[in-house]
C-alpha cells in the first residue's frame, strides 16, 4: 500500500476496474468542484489511510473524474468525497464532510449505515461499509451457459433469497444465503420451475426501516430490499463467506449452479428510487454525486423531490446519463454475473421523461428493449407507479413482459365464486389478447401471476377476509385493503376440517387455472406447500418467521407439492399449453378437425357469453399447431364455481380418442391429480359431475 503511484488514469471505464497492475477509479459528476478517493485498509477503520485528491487538470475528461492507483489490488476499501455547492434550492446538494458510496462498486463489506446514524444523522466513517475492489476477470465460469428458456415455456418462481432457507426447518449447511439457495436446487428441480425470480440482491440497508414491532418491541428492518443502496454489488449480508468482495463469487456460484440445473436466474431490481430518501434524506450515493441529474426534483422548487416511487424520491430514469448508467447495469449484471432476466420494479419510473411526464415513446425502455447485449435476456416489467401511472397492456419499448394484475385479480374474483366472472376468466385463461395482440406481442409478454410476494399467500387468500399486519408497526393501515380474498367461513387458521378442505380445493383451483393458461406462469416460494404469512400481507419488514420458508410445511402438505409438480410436468409436457400466438379458431392438422380452443356451457353448447355465470369450461385442439412438429393431445378443462353441484355435458374428443381423467380437486386423496400416463378411462364419455367449486381437467388419448 506504501508503494501506490498515482497516474492520471482513463474515464472509459467507470467504477473501480483491476488491470492486473492497479485499478482505475472513474466517476461522474458534472457539477462537482472537487472529488476525493478515500482508500481504506480495513472496513472498520475511522479514517482513510490515504487521501487522493482529484486535479481538475489531469484527472477530469468532461463531467468524467478519474485517476489510476498503481500497486493497489483486489479487495481494496474505498469511499469518495464530492465538493461543489450546497444550493437546494437549485438542486445541487454537495457537501465535502460526505462519504459516498461509488455509483458502480463491485461490492460494500457488510454492515449498516444506517443502523449506525448519530443525532447529526450522520454515519461516523468506522461504521459505514466501504466499497471494495473486485476482479471480476478471475472467476472460472467453465462452460456456464444461460439456459435460454423460451417465455412461453417457462415457469417463474418468485423468491426471497434469504428466506428461502434462512429458517432452521431448512436443513441446509449455510442458511439464507447464495449457498444455502445452492443446497435446495433439487427441491426445485423436482418441482419443475425454470427460473426463480428473486426478491432484490442488490445491496440495501436493512436498518433503513425506523418503525418497531409492537407487539415484540424489537426494531423492524427492511426484509424485502426494495430500496437500493449500490446497484452493481451483490448484498453482502446474503453470503456465508464475509471477507470484503467475496459475496461477488458466491453470487457467481449460484448462478452457475442454477444453469447447470437449467434454471434461470432474473433480478428484482429497483431503479425508481434510491434509499437516500427525500429532502430530509442521508446522503450517500446520487444525491452526493449530482443531485439535480440522478433524481427528479419539483420543477417550482429543486429543494422537494418528485416522489413517483412512493419512497421519497423518483430517479430521473430517462436523463442520458442516468440511461447510460441503468444499461451499464444490466449490462454488467448479465456480462459479469451471467443473469439471466430483470423485472423491473414500478417500471412506469422507467417511462417517464426528464419532466417527468409518461411518455409512449420512452428513450430508456426502448433502449433496454433494443440493447444488442441484453437482448438474449428476459425483461419484466411491474407495468404502474405511485404516481397514478398504470400501464397494463401498454408498456412502451417492443419486446416487454409484464406482470398481469388483471389476471391475477379476474381469476381470484372468478374461483372466489363472483358472478358474471366467466367472461373475464375466459379472456385472460386464453392470454389476454385484449392486451397484448394490438401491440404485436404474444401470450407470454403476460407474466400471469395470483400471488406475489406483494399481498397475501395463496393460502392466506382462502384463509383471510382481512388484512393483519399489526406486527409492521403502522396500527395496520399499510398494505392494500382489496384482497378480493375469501376465508370459506373462518378467519385464520381453524381445525374444522371441511373449512380446510374447502381451502385445499380452491388452492388446487387457482394453480390449475394459473399454470394451463396461456401465458408465462409466476408463483410465489411456498404456495406449493401452503406457506402461510398470518394474514399480513405486506411482510416487508418482517425478517423472521412470518416471511421465511417453513420446510415443514413440505412434509404437511405433500399431496399439495405433488399436485403442483405434476401439474407443471403436465404444462410442460403439452405445447397446446404453451402456444406462441393467440388462439384464433383455426383448425388443427391431424386430429379430425377440431379448432385450436371451443367453449361450451354446462349443456356442452356454445355458451351465451352475457347468461354464462359461476362456469367455465374449453376445449383445447391438438393436432399439430402452426408453432408445434408433433401433434398433441385434445384437452378439456372445466371450472365451477358455483355453490351448487352440476352434470356437464363434455363435447367429443378428436376422432378415434377417448377421454381420460387428469384431474378432479373435488377428490381429496391422491387421486385428485394422476401421474402422465396412468390417467383413468371416463366410464361415462359423454356426462360428468362437476362438484361445487372444483376444476376438472381431461386428457385425450
Known amino acids: 500500500m506504501d508503494r501506490l503511484k498515482i497516474l492520471p488514469g482513463s474515464p472509459w471505464d467507470m467504477g ?83 462519504y459516498l458510496y461509488d455509483p458502480r462498486a463491485a461490492a460494500l463489506t457488510d454492515g449498516s449505515l444506517f443502523k449506525n446514524l448519530n443525532s447529526q444523522n450522520v454515519c461516523p466513517v468506522a461504521k459505514m461499509p466501504k466499497c471494495v475492489v473486485v476482479d471480476n476477470n478471475s472467476y472460472d465460469w467453465e462452460d456456464d451457459r444461460p439456459p435460454a428458456v423460451p417465455l412461453n415455456e417457462s415457469v417463474i418462481y418468485e423468491m426471497h433469497l434469504k428466506g428461502f432457507t434462512a429458517s432452521p426447518s431448512s436443513g441446509v449447511k449455510f442458511p439464507g444465503t447464495y449457498r444455502g439457495a445452492i443446497e435446495k436446487i433439487p427441491y426445485l428441480k423436482k418441482l419443475g420451475i425454470t427460473a426463480v425470480e428473486l426478491l432484490p440482491v442488490q445491496e440495501f440497508d436493512p436498518y433503513e426501516n425506523m418503525n418497531t414491532n409492537p407487539k415484540t418491541g424489537k426494531r423492524l428492518v427492511n426484509y424485502w430490499g426494495y430500496s437500493t443502496t ?26 452457475k449452479a442454477f444453469h447447470k440445473a437449467g434454471i434461470e436466474v432474473i433480478l428484482d431490481i429497483v431503479f425508481n428510487h434510491t434509499a437516500e430518501g427525500n429532502e430530509h434524506g442521508i446522503t450517500f450515493g446520487f444525491r452526493g454525486f449530482d443531485n439535480s441529474i440522478y433524481y427528479h426534483l419539483s420543477s417550482s422548487s429543486k429543494e422537494y423531490y418528485v416522489n413517483f416511487s412512493g419512497c421519497g424520491n423518483a430517479v430521473n430514469c430517462n436523463h442520458p446519463v442516468v440511461q447510460d448508467y441503468i444499461i451499464g447495469c444490466l449490462r454488467y449484471w448479465v456480462h459479469q454475473m451471467h443473469v439471466d432476466g430483470f423485472r423491473f420494479d414500478l417500471a412506469s419510473v422507467l417511462a417517464r421523461d426528464e419532466h417527468g411526464f409518461l411518455t409512449g415513446e420512452a428513450a430508456l425502455t426502448r433502449r433496454i428493449s433494443e440493447d ?47 358472478e358474471k366472472l366467466s367472461t373475464e376468466a375466459a379472456t385472460r385463461i386464453s392470454g389476454s389478447s385484449d392486451l397484448y395482440s394490438s401491440s404485436g406481442r404474444k401470450p407470454y409478454h403476460s407474466i400471469n401471476y395470483i400471488a406475489s410476494h406483494d399481498g397475501f399467500t395463496l393460502n392466506d387468500l382462502v384463509s383471510y377476509n382481512y388484512r393483519h399486519n399489526e406486527q409492521n408497526g403502522e396500527e395496520n393501515r399499510d398494505g392494500t385493503e382489496n384482497n378480493l380474498s375469501y376465508n370459506n367461513g373462518f378467519e385464520g387458521p381453524t381445525l374444522n376440517p371441511k373449512i380446510e378442505k374447502s381451502r385445499i380445493r380452491q388452492i388446487k383451483n387457482f394453480f390449475t387455472a394459473l399454470l394451463l393458461s396461456q401465458g408465462t406462469p ?14 399480513n400481507n405486506n411482510p416487508y419488514c418482517q425478517d423472521n418467521e412470518i416471511s ?28 397446446v399449453f404453451m402456444r406462441t400466438d393467440f388462439f384464433n379458431g383455426q383448425k388443427t392438422e391431424g386430429q379430425g378437425g377440431l379448432v385450436d380452443i371451443s367453449w361450451f356451457n354446462m349443456e356442452g353448447l356454445s355458451p351465451d357469453w352475457s347468461k354464462l355465470d359461476r362456469f367455465l369450461a374449453f376445449r383445447l385442439g391438438g393436432g399439430t399447431a402452426p408453432d408445434s412438429q408433433e401433434p398433441d393431445n385434445d384437452f378439456y378443462l372445466a371450472f365451477n364455481t358455483d355453490i351448487h353441484d352440476g352434470t356437464m355435458t363434455v363435447p367429443p374428443p378428436s376422432a378415434g380418442k377417448k377421454w381420460y381423467r387428469f384431474l378432479d380437486t373435488s377428490i381429496e386423496n391422491s387421486d385428485c391429480i394422476l401421474e402422465s400416463g396412468r390417467e383413468e378411462l371416463l366410464k361415462n364419455q359423454e356426462k360428468y359431475v362437476i362438484l361445487s367449486g372444483s376444476a376438472v381437467v381431461l386428457i385425450s388419448k
Open 16 to 98: 473501480a476496474i483491476y488491470t492486473g497492475t492497479g485499478v482505475n477509479f472513474c466517476v461522474f459528476s458534472r457539477n462537482a468542484t472537487a472529488v476525493y478517493l478515500e482508500l481504506f485498509k480495513n472496513p472498520d477503520d475511522s479514517a482513510p489511510f490515504r487521501t487522493i485528491e482529484f486535479n481538475p487538470q489531469t484527472n477530469r475528461t468532461g463531467d468524467l473524474w478519474h485517476v489510476f492507483v498503481s500497486g493497489l489490488k483486489p479487495g481494496a476499501l474505498y469511499l469518495y468525497r464530492v465538493d461543489g455547492s450546497f444550493d437546494p434550492q437549485n438542486g445541487l446538494r454537495f457537501n465535502k464532510k460526505n
Open 522 to 535: 409466476m408463483f410465489v416460494a411456498g404456495d406449493e406447500v401452503q406457506r402461510t404469512q398470518g394474514g
Open 230 to 255: 449500490a446497484f452493481f454489488a451483490p448484498k453482502a449480508a446474503y453470503s456465508s463467506d464475509k471477507r470484503p468482495g467475496a459475496c461477488v463469487k458466491e453470487f457467481k456460484d449460484m448462478v
Open 548 to 575: 421465511w420458508f417453513d420446510w415443514n410445511d413440505l412434509k404437511k402438505h405433500e399431496d399439495l407439492f405433488d399436485f403442483v409438480r405434476k401439474l407443471i410436468e403436465l404444462r410442460r409436457s403439452h405445447k
Open 372 to 418: 444488442p447485449a441484453l437482448r438474449g435476456v428476459k425483461i419484466i416489467a411491474e407495468p404502474w407507479d405511485c404516481g397514478g401511472a398504470y400501464q397494463t397492456g401498454s408498456f412502451p419499448g417492443g419486446r416487454w413482459c409484464e406482470w398481469n394484475d388483471k389476471f391475477r385479480d379476474g381469476i381470484r374474483r372468478f374461483i372466489r365464486g363472483d
